[in-house]
């Protein structure tokens, strides 16, 4: 059963940057489109960046500028590169993948921006 796992998150200082990745295990599969999501403390997920299997991007407006969201299809591997990380940013990330028939989710990695 494919699995996805998320790792590199963890605790920085306002200013730093952290760098995400996504990984899928337990099979094989072509992902069509990739994108981080995060929830913050009491709040709903929100996407925060997405990228198609030919690579199209798609960022939220508050993180524009800032985080870099890019793939290695053939590692079915999603990374999210933060830079110039606020406190606004600390939240759990989770990756999100689809193919045509399924929609996969990670468990998710914790991002704490605090100094």
């Known amino acids: 059963q494919v699995q996805l796992e998320e790792s590199g998150g963890g605790l920085v200082q306002p200013g730093g940057s952290l760098r995400l990745s996504c990984a899928a295990s337990?099979?094989?599969?072509?992902?069509?489109?990739m994108g981080w999501y995060r929830q913050p403390p009491g709040k709903e997920r929100e996407l925060v960046a997405r990228?198609?299997?030919?690579?199209?991007?798609n960022y939220a407006d508050s993180v524009k500028g800032r985080f870099t969201i890019s793939r290695d299809n053939a590692k079915n591997t999603a990374y999210l590169q933060m830079d110039s990380l606020k406190p606004e940013d600390t939240a759990v990330y989770l990756c999100?993948?689809?193919?045509?028939?399924?929609?996969?989710w990670g468990q998710g990695t914790q991002v704490t921006v605090s100094s």
């Open positions: 990228i198609s299997s030919g690579g199209d991007t």
């Open positions: 337990g099979g094989t599969v072509s992902f069509n489109g």
């Open positions: 999100r993948a689809t193919t045509p028939w399924k929609l996969y």
